[in-house]
């Protein structure tokens, strides 16, 4: 079981320059992929983001590509004649508008933005693919790395929540049949005490019974909820994204809880069900983090 959040980052030295690649993720419904990667490796988008979703199935991802050229990529340097007369009229009558009497160089012209700019060669795609490759692969060890240490921990905790759920539905079932035989105690004692007879008519306070225990009988959500927390147990150890399926135990669970809630009438039952509800709360939160 994994986290969604995660962050991995890998630098490769290559002979046309360094790769930078940095992936980080947070948690979301689905898979959403955003990436930043300087112009001159714009076309290789698809295939980073292929690389990523063979990897990550869940979450919002940021991939970002860093690329410094070494100056061995570069060809010769040339010189932008129309950026340097331009400049050099420019400079020119402003010298004149201030009354300057400095003359402009051509360093001080070398200077200016625009004047001076390395050939660039073209790249080898097929050799900065493979290398931008086994970088962004490098970046998504770490960053699954770090995911499936967060879901570890986040799997211990769940184990401990689904624990304490599995012993307060233990306590709910047995507390059942208490409740049963409290409400007959308590209705036999009221009818005592309202019939005129001074031998009351138990085989109708027995039906009546039966028929309270009849429409509040929980055994059956009971054993639901104990096969969902078992369903949940299982999931937990499949080797694979499981997320959405807890999520949608949990919601099952909830279901059982406030059936169970509504069917009985012990205040005992009340108090364990709302405990049962917040630990299911508490591991929504965790689930939604699970990829």
Same mark, same amino acid.
């Given at each position: 079981m994994n986290s969604m959040t995660g962050f991995g980052k890998a630098e490769v030295s290559t002979r046309f320059g360094k790769l930078t690649v940095e992936i980080s993720s947070v948690n979301n419904r689905f898979l959403e992929i955003t990436q930043r990667l300087p112009r001159s490796l714009t076309a290789f988008e698809p295939r980073l983001r292929d690389l990523v979703t063979s990897k990550i199935s869940r979450g919002k991802?940021?991939?970002?590509?860093?690329?410094?050229?070494?100056?061995?990529?570069?060809?010769?340097?040339?010189?932008?004649?129309?950026?340097?007369?331009?400049?050099?009229?420019?400079?020119?009558?402003?010298?004149?508008?201030? %009354?300057?009497?400095?003359?402009?160089?051509?360093?001080?012209?070398?200077?200016?933005?625009?004047?001076?700019?390395?050939?660039? %060669?073209?790249?080898?795609?097929?050799?900065?693919?493979?290398?931008?490759?086994?970088?962004?692969?490098?970046?998504?060890?770490?960053?699954?790395?770090?995911?499936?240490?967060?879901?570890?921990?986040?799997?211990?905790?769940?184990?401990?929540?689904?624990?304490?759920?599995?012993?307060?539905?233990?306590?709910?079932?047995?507390?059942?049949?208490?409740?049963?035989?409290?409400?007959? %105690?308590?209705?036999?004692?009221?009818?005592?005490?309202?019939?005129?007879?001074?031998?009351?008519?138990?085989? %109708?306070?027995?039906?009546q019974i039966a028929l309270m225990a009849e429409k509040t009988d929980i055994s059956e959500e009971c054993t639901r909820f104990m096969s969902h927390i078992n369903q949940y147990r299982t999931a937990m150890k499949e080797g694979r994204p499981v997320g959405k399926k807890l999520n949608f135990i949990l919601q099952e669970l909830n279901r059982e809880a406030n059936t169970i809630a509504s069917k009985s009438t012990d205040s005992r039952i009340s108090s364990l069900v709302i405990g049962v509800k917040e630990e299911i709360e508490k591991i929504r939160e965790l689930v939604q983090n699970v990829e």
């Open positions: 991802v940021s991939l970002y590509v860093g690329f410094d050229e070494n100056d061995s990529a570069s060809g010769s340097y040339s010189i932008n004649v129309d950026a340097v007369k331009a400049y050099h009229r420019q400079l020119t009558r402003l010298a004149r508008q201030l %009354k300057i009497k400095d003359t402009v160089t051509v360093r001080d012209l070398l200077l200016l933005p625009d004047v001076a700019a390395p050939k660039q %060669k073209d790249l080898d795609e097929r050799l900065v693919w493979n290398n931008l490759q086994r970088t962004t692969r490098k970046a998504l060890v770490e960053l699954v790395k770090m995911r499936r240490k967060e879901g570890l921990a986040m799997a211990r905790d769940m184990t401990r929540r689904i624990q304490a759920l599995g012993r307060d539905a233990a306590r709910i079932k047995g507390r059942a049949g208490v409740a049963v035989d409290a409400y007959r %105690k308590k209705l036999t004692r009221r009818l005592d005490e309202l019939l005129e007879s001074p031998v009351p008519d138990y085989v %109708k306070i027995e039906e």
